[in-house]
């Protein structure tokens, strides 16, 4: 408004005669940048200008400013702001118009120059985005049909011609296809009948004194008088300036920043003949030849025979077991969609598959699938969405690998069928828009030159061809152009020693101190407690954290907070002891998962556990408690009168009660403290 004062102030100052004329309309405008269609925006559309209070027929009317102010709506100023990097815009239209309906009859009157200047697109939040425009509207002479009034109105269509200017000087041309409602009326002009002059009709002959009165006395009055008020006053309803309903900024990128663990070297791997007592420490590599039972000194003569009938082949380790192998890693993203450059992106992509424990030279890694699960971030979603109107989304890439290091060389293996089938896209705010692709990692013979382990990787870049389906089934075609982070390190397999063609025929004469082809003499310390984590293995239960009290009641909802290395995935809640399914939930884009305590769940001390994919991530101590006792009585009715008659009535009630405001207390001190994995 304040923009279309400061034009104002540019036209004519209304004359006494004069009135002004402003009312707002609501258009529905189709915007199409940079050849894309951005859908159907509600775009608010202020006319104003300065017409006389009255006319006549056949009267012309002089030349008249005129302001055109457009209110964007917030989703198209953010997607402009945000998602095209716009940071001014400026336009004009070639057709708009107002019309003038008298007697029945219209008549459109071009305004051939109504133009924007260059202005400044808003980059905060909710910020109205104005844009104003000027325009003359040519001298219009009153038709001589007109009678009564003469309605000013806006045109029923009208078309933009922009250019969106983006931070890097690079520009994006846009057209707007506007429609108005049906009420178009912007104000009237009351029509007068004309003064009649008064007649002097000489006499026949001419007097040389003039007549004392004139033959028809002038009019003291005009024939008629023009209204008081004009006809159509401006509506005073309030703009429908599409401003007023908050937007919902999207939450901040979702990190997915790799954690430190797992390991990316096993520890957990025992050798495959234990010694005597379990070593704190697995051998870093594997004995080719255990003898049945080491000797803790050395025979005084060497033997020329293998003691303990040795085998003729040698004794190597079995192929190790396959062990989960799972990481996220943040990718940056440059996205274009239907040709146009929506920017770049950080996008979370989780690789999922599995490895073997361990291998030896010459090895044939089988072939076996892998998952990619690509997190979109919400202003992407967001502009999907309710911009493209996009409901699902299919993809894949051509190029896609995973990369295996050893011995100071790499190595890149293609994964040629990554592909994502079509799955549906969120429509609600800060919902994950995941998206699941599945592939083939092909056999891989471990090279001759592999030494202590092979090293697997993600590719520095990758590109993912998508389609959008939108919901009128048309598409937008897509296209990702995706490069990695500094470390794309995904883990590693250890490499066991080559094997050893014959038997050694003679022990050392004295026991090695460091690992040879021997089993060690003497056991190292005492046994490891547990090993640590194998590569792949999901994060550890410390990245989960406690956010509501651990007193609930049954019917109250218990929320938990999770690492970045948890963000897309789905977990499974279980109280025990008596295991009661709570069901699985899919970690938010804000790390966060919340489920309900079971309504049949019996009061006293619990464990909520955490499983990923049938592994407990982590336990959480609980109390069920009382509904009255936990301080919250939102959700009474989660409690039924019969439940509390079977636990025992009113006296155990009344106990329960006092224990469990200790426990609320307690709560109150430990309330989101750290869970810890069992």
Known sequence: ????????????????????????????????????????????????????????????????????????????????????????????????????????????????????????????????????????????????????????GMPQTFNITATIYKADNSTIPSTLSCTGPADLALGSIAVTEPT???????????????????TAEPTTEPTTEPTTEPTTEPT????????????????????????????TEPTSEPTTEPTTEPTSEP????????????????????????????????????????????????????????????????????????????????????????SITLTMPELLRQSTAMLLQGREAEGGSTDSSITLTTGGQTQTVSIADLKAARTPIPQVVDQPWLIPATGTVPQITVPEYADVSVKLGMPQAFTIDATIHKADSSTVPSHLTCAGPSDLSLGSIPVGDAPVEEPTTAPTTEPTTTPTTQPTTQPTGEPTTAPTTNPGEDPTGDEVELLSSDALSPGDTITFAF?????????????????????????????????????????????????????????????????????????DDWVSDDYLAATGGPGLGVAVLGGALVVVGAAVMLQRRRTRRD
């Open 1 to 152: 408004m304040a923009a279309a004062g400061v034009v104002g102030a540019g036209f004519l100052s209304p004359a006494a005669a004069d009135q002004t004329l402003e009312k707002d309309f609501p258009f529905k405008c189709e915007v199409i940048a940079g050849g894309l269609n951005l859908g159907i925006q509600d775009i608010g559309v202020k006319a104003t200008t300065v017409v006389p209070d009255s006319v006549t027929p056949g009267e012309t009317i002089p030349s008249t400013g005129v302001s055109i102010t457009l209110t964007m709506p917030e989703l198209l100023r953010q997607s402009t702001a945000l998602l095209l990097g716009g940071r001014e815009a400026a336009g004009a239209s070639t057709d708009s118009a107002v019309t003038l309906t008298s007697g029945g009859q219209t008549m459109t009157v071009a305004i051939p120059e109504l133009g924007s200047a260059r202005t400044p697109i808003p980059q905060v939040a909710n910020e109205p985005w104005l844009i104003p425009a000027t325009g003359t509207v040519p001298p219009i002479t009153v038709p001589d049909y007109a009678t009564d009034t003469v309605v000013v």
């Open 196 to 214: 009649t002059e008064p007649t002097t009709e000489p006499t026949s002959e001419p007097t040389t004194e003039p007549t004392t009165e004139p």
């Open 236 to 263: 005073t309803e309030p703009t429908t300036e599409p401003t007023t309903e908050p937007t919902t900024e999207p939450t901040t990128e979702p990190t997915s920043e790799p954690t430190t663990e797992p390991t």
């Open 283 to 370: 051998t870093t590599e594997p004995t080719t030849e255990p003898t049945t039972e080491p000797t803790t000194e050395p025979t005084a003569e060497p033997t020329t025979e293998p003691t303990t009938e040795p085998t003729t082949e040698p004794t190597d380790p079995p192929p190790g077991e396959d062990v989960d192998l799972s990481k996220s890693f943040d990718y940056t993203c440059d996205v274009t969609a239907g040709g146009l450059n929506l920017g770049s992106h950080v996008i979370g992509v989780l690789a999922e598959t599995t490895i073997p424990s361990r291998v030896q030279v010459g090895d044939v890694i089988s072939e076996r699938g892998v």
């Open 563 to 635: 690492g970045p290395e948890w963000i897309g995935k789905e977990l499974a809640f279980e109280l025990h002891s008596d295991p009661i399914a709570m069901g699985t939930r899919v970690v938010s884009t804000s790390g966060e998962a919340s489920v309900r305590i079971p309504t049949n769940a019996p009061l006293g001390s619990h464990t909520v556990k955490v499983l990923s994919r049938g592994v407990v991530i982590a336990e959480v101590p609980v109390e069920i408690v009382a509904a009255d006792a936990s301080g919250d009585t939102t959700d």
